[in-house]
Nanobody, 114 residues
Framework: QVQLVESGGGLVQPGGSLRLSCAAS????????RGWYRQAPGKQRELVAQ???????NYADSVKGRFTISRDNAKNILYLQMNSLKPEDTAVYYC????????WGQGTQVTVSS
């Protein structure tokens, strides 16, 4: 059974940083595309950052230069380093693996507020 568990969310002031983690079990995710998505209240879920099996990355324009997606293949963990956070980054953040099916984590809340 595939499980994804996100952690690392919380409350941070504007300009601060957080690192999200997504631990995967039941799947060796290194060969699959993996991504971070977010959903703010009243808005659709959107792609934040993506990394392919061969390590190519893609970012939403709104986070380019501030967020970095990375992975530890040995530990089966996906990360999202978020710097220079803004109030508009407030959302529930989800990780996803596009394998034989799409698998999602339960989400972790990120709130950017003074």
């Amino acid at each position: 059974q595939v499980q994804l568990v996100e952690s690392g969310g919380g409350l941070v002031q504007p300009g601060g940083s957080l690192r999200l983690s997504c631990a995967a079990s039941g799947i060796i995710f290194t060969v699959y595309n993996r991504g971070w998505y977010r959903q703010a209240p009243g808005k659709q879920r959107e792609l934040v950052a993506q990394i392919t099996g061969d390590g190519r990355t893609n970012y939403a324009d709104s986070v380019k230069g501030r967020f970095t997606i990375s992975r530890d293949n040995a530990k089966n963990i996906l990360y999202l380093q978020m710097n220079s956070l803004k109030p508009e980054d407030t959302a529930v953040y989800y990780c996803k693996i596009a394998a034989w099916a799409d698998y999602w984590g339960q989400g972790t809340q990120v709130t950017v507020s003074s």
